[in-house]
Structure formats: structure tokens, C-alpha cells
């Protein structure tokens, strides 16, 4: 579980994709579990949703939606506050709908380019990139690995969930403009200087068609469909082109994060199988864990010590069954939320500071903290008296 929280071995070069190879087949070399049975641990919904989506993201991106999603949007910005506030707008709602560590990979890019073209810090905009894309994924169920995990786990209705994550998402990413701007008001004060275009081709047949097959699959999840089979069908479709080549799609997949799923899927079913799980749950403390401020103070906890999907996959076993709807939504939102805390919360936080490192711009641990603690502490607060009004309705309908 170090190997998840650092992102890395301190001593050998074994990442987190690597430590999940090596757990399972452990598991599996050392007779906790059988090859059979690994297999079955695995759940394969959320891996396809999860591979399904990351097709539909890259496709979009190949096509050049979201380099002229971005140009349009510098056409109409005036002031350095309303491009902060058009980064933050962006990166929430599309880490809604797509997964936010692909938003994050794709809008870093893009920020340092515009900011460095309007001769900008490009710090308070990338902090607005990272801490946006953790907030905004907390909307949906197909908005970060995590959810997605939650959404197979739980089968929580995906309309249902939306409309109660939407208000608390909304919220966060107002504050997160304010208090960017409260912070860096020198930064941000002033009309914005006259930026180039982004260069690149676009093809307008390609973009529609993606446009439209996203609009379908999320009528799809609002509907009630199976999520993986309707993403998987999109994302079929999709592949479906004369324009461009499978590979440079298959480029934008993070197949690192597929296998950790995969590994980590293996891990905890040993954990559950060898019977160490149960031991561990059976003990009076996490007995005593019957409070949904106390499970969803330990998600925040457990998210930033472990990483959010090693947590969740242990936490599932202390959703109860009677309002187990309220306590899965609960842990959506607390895991994501979790995941401004510190510059290591997240893997989205990781990719934006690792791909602004490689363009000189950096932004150490306590740069990054003096926005997320804050952060995450408010809107943490704020979800918690959210969560108690939501169950005590419940409980009266």
C-alpha cells in the first residue's frame, strides 16, 4: 500500500501498476487463492466501462474537439480572472463526463501553452486544473476510476446520484475560483493580452459524430442501461473510421490504470478469501463505524493514505444495507473530495504537476497545499451536513 500512497518504491523502480502485478500474482503464487478464483474476483464491468470510456475520451481528442472547444472559448475572454474561471468551468464539466486524469492529461498541455503565449503564471491556472478536475468528477459516476468502481459495486442509479452530486460539485467549483483568485489577485487582475489560436487540425465530420455518440451514451446511463455495455457500444462505434488510425487512439489509453484495477481486484479478493478481511472488519472498532460522519471522515483519511481506489475497495465491506444508497454516494463523493487534499491525493494532481515539470513550471507540496487543504476541509464540512439533511429525508419519505 506504500507503493499506491508514494506512487512509486523507494527503493526498487516498481510503480503502482507494477506493485498490482506483483500483489497478484503473489496471491495467486502463494496458494491464497486459485487462478480460477482470481479470475472470478475480477469485476470486468468497471474494466470495461473504465477501457470504454478512455476510447471515447482519446477518439475526442484525436478528432480536435477539445483544442477547438478551447479556441472558442479564448475568443470570448477578456480578463485573466475570466480565463481562470473558463479553466475551472471546463476542466469540471468535462472530468464530469470523462475521466478526469485524461482531462488532465489533455488541458495541462493546453493551459501552459496559453498561458506562456499571454505571457501568464501558469501556476494558479494549473492548480485550477487539478483541483477543477477532482471536484468536477465527483458528479457522475463515470467521472474518475473511482466512481466507476462505486457506480459497478453499488449499482446506485446513475440519474439519481448525478442530481444529488451536482449541487455539492457546483459549490466546490465556485470556491475553488475564489479562493484561487483571493490568492493570486496580483496574478489574476488585468485584461487578458491578445493570444494566438491553438494550431492543429480538426476534423469537423469526427467531432460531431463523437459529440453525438457521447450525448447517446449519457442518455444511456440516465435511462437505466447497463453503463458498460452502453460504453462499450459508443466506444465501438467509435473505432468505426477511415480518418484515423486505431493506434493513435489506443495511444490516449492509460493502460497502467486498467492493470491496476485488475491487480488490485486480485489483492483484496485474496485479502477477502484468506479470511484477513473479515478479521479486520470483525474487530470492535470497525464494529463501531456506524456513523455516516465517521465512514466518510475515514474515506477522506484512508483515501489520501492508501489512494482513493485501494479504499474504496476495502470500505464497500462497511456499507450497510439498510440506506446503503446514501453511504455508496457518500463515499463517491468523500474519496474525490479526498483527492484535493494533498498533491499526492490524486493521480489527476500528479499528472498536471508532472507534465508542468517537464515545461519548467513547478509546483511544489506546499504550493499545492495552501489551496487544497483549505479546499477539502470546507467542501468536506460542507458534504457532511449535506449527507446528514439527505438521510434524515430519506429516512421521513
Not at 449519457?218 to 484515423?244: E, H, K, N, Q, W
Request: aromatic share 10%; with cysteine; net charge positive.
Amino acid at each position: 500500500m506504500l507503493v499506491f500512497a508514494l506512487g512509486k518504491s523507494p527503493v526498487f523502480r516498481v510503480d503502482r501498476a507494477g506493485i498490482a502485478i506483483i500483489g497478484a500474482a503473489l496471491t495467486v503464487g502463494t496458494g491464497v487463492m486459485s487462478f480460477d478464483r482470481a479470475v472470478q474476483a475480477v469485476d470486468y464491468r468497471t474494466i470495461v466501462l473504465l477501457f470504454s470510456m478512455m476510447i471515447i475520451t482519446s477518439y475526442l481528442n484525436m478528432s480536435g474537439f477539445f483544442q477547438l472547444a478551447g479556441n472558442q472559448f479564448l475568443n470570448r475572454l477578456h480578463s485573466k480572472s475570466q480565463l481562470m474561471l473558463m479553466v475551472i468551468l471546463i476542466t469540471g464539466i468535462l472530468s464530469a463526463f470523462f475521466i478526469n486524469d485524461i482531462i488532465c492529461l489533455i488541458l495541462t498541455p493546453i493551459v501552459i501553452m496559453i498561458t506562456r503565449q499571454a505571457k501568464l503564471n501558469p501556476t494558479p491556472y494549473l492548480l485550477g486544473v487539478a483541483t477543477a478536475s477532482n471536484i468536477g468528477s465527483a458528479a457522475t459516476l463515470i467521472g474518475n476510476p473511482q466512481n466507476i468502481l462505486i457506480g459497478s459495486l453499488s449499482h446506485i442509479n446513475f440519474a439519481w446520484y448525478m442530481a444529488l452530486a451536482i449541487p455539492l460539485t457546483l459549490l466546490g467549483l465556485g470556491l475553488i475560483y475564489v479562493m484561487i483568485s483571493w490568492m493570486y489577485k496580483v496574478e489574476l487582475s488585468g485584461q487578458l493580452p491578445e493570444v494566438r489560436p491553438m494550431i492543429g487540425v480538426v476534423h469537423g465530420y469526427l467531432v460531431k459524430k463523437g459529440l453525438v455518440v457521447v450525448f447517446l451514451i449519457l442518455v444511456g446511463f440516465l435511462m437505466g442501461f447497463d453503463p458498460a455495455l452502453v460504453a462499450s457500444l459508443g466506444a465501438a462505434y467509435l473505432l468505426i473510421t477511415r480518418r484515423i488510425k486505431p493506434n493513435k487512439i489506443y495511444s490516449g489509453i492509460d493502460f497502467n490504470l486498467l492493470v491496476i484495477f485488475i491487480g488490485l481486484f486480485v489483492i483484496i479478493g485474496g485479502v477477502e478469501h484468506s479470511g484477513l478481511l473479515m478479521l479486520l472488519i470483525n474487530t470492535p472498532w470497525m464494529k463501531s463505524i456506524q456513523s455516516l460522519w465517521v465512514f466518510s471522515i475515514l474515506t477522506v483519511i484512508l483515501s489520501n493514505i492508501i489512494s482513493n481506489v485501494p479504499a474504496v475497495m476495502l470500505l464497500k465491506y462497511l456499507v450497510p444495507l439498510h440506506m446503503g444508497h446514501i453511504w455508496w454516494a457518500s463515499l463517491a463523493v468523500f474519496s474525490t473530495f479526498a483527492g484535493n487534499l494533498t498533491l499526492t491525493g490524486s493521480i489527476a494532481n500528479l499528472i498536471v504537476v508532472e507534465l508542468a515539470k517537464k515545461e519548467k513550471v513547478e509546483i511544489n507540496f506546499v504550493t499545492y497545499l495552501k489551496i487544497g487543504l483549505p479546499l477539502t476541509v470546507i467542501m468536506a464540512s460542507v458534504a457532511l451536513v449535506y449527507f446528514t439533511i439527505v438521510t434524515k429525508v430519506f429516512h421521513i419519505i
